[in-house]
């Protein structure tokens, strides 16, 4: 019986235009989504309000999140992410609006810690090869390493819009190799 229906589904599958077999095989290795996917129309830069203290959790990290969101928008045309340690690899993260200081708190409760810029290294050169986050995009990737020896992690692939996070894509993953990796458009 199973291979009955498994002949009639390859046949169906043979029987249907090039175009709709090759959108069907796309569909099911969706390449990540890019930062370029999802830009933003512009990019704040007034005055950076001061952080709104309005929950426990806040509260409870209210130095990094002040400390951390003067550095300006470095998400999403008008928000900062702040990232802190919670353990070996391990981070918090929030996003904090620049405009209005409110606080917002992506579905995970940890990730690994980002990468940071190099010694002296310029903000817009160290944008241009981040991969978690970029102010002129709403993509924001958080990742968890699986610590396989092998380079293999979760990636999170979250859309930030109207100050909600929604998971477009969760998919396992591996580190390139860092002497052939091309930055992420």
């Known amino acids: 019986m199973f291979l009955l229906i498994a002949l009639v589904a390859d046949a169906h599958t043979q029987t249907r235009p090039r175009a709709q077999r090759g959108a069907a095989q796309s569909a099911t290795k969706r390449e990540s ?3 370029s996917d999802y830009p933003v129309k512009e990019i ?4 950076i309000a001061p952080v709104i203290l309005d929950s426990k959790r806040a509260r409870m990290f209210r130095s990094r999140l002040r400390e951390d969101s ?3 928008v470095n998400f999403a045309g008008h928000y900062t992410v702040v990232f802190w340690g919670c353990g070996t690899g391990c ?3 929030a996003v904090v609006d ?3 200081g409110r606080v917002y708190w992506p579905p995970l409760e940890y990730t690994d810690i980002p990468d940071s810029p190099e010694e002296g290294e310029d903000k ?3 944008a241009a090869r981040h991969r978690n986050f970029r102010p002129d995009s709403k993509l924001l990737v958080l990742t968890r390493n699986h610590y396989d020896g ?3 992690y979760t990636a999170y692939y979250y859309l930030f819009d109207q100050n909600r996070f929604r998971l477009l894509r969760q998919a396992e993953e591996r580190f390139p190799d860092t002497e052939s990796s091309p930055s992420q458009q």
């Open 33 to 35: 989504p890019r930062f």
């Open 44 to 47: 704040y830069r007034g005055r």
């Open 91 to 93: 981070a918090q993260v």
């Open 70 to 72: 003067r550095a300006g």
């Open 98 to 100: 620049a405009r209005t």
């Open 150 to 152: 092998q380079g293999g």
């Open 124 to 126: 817009t050169a160290f």
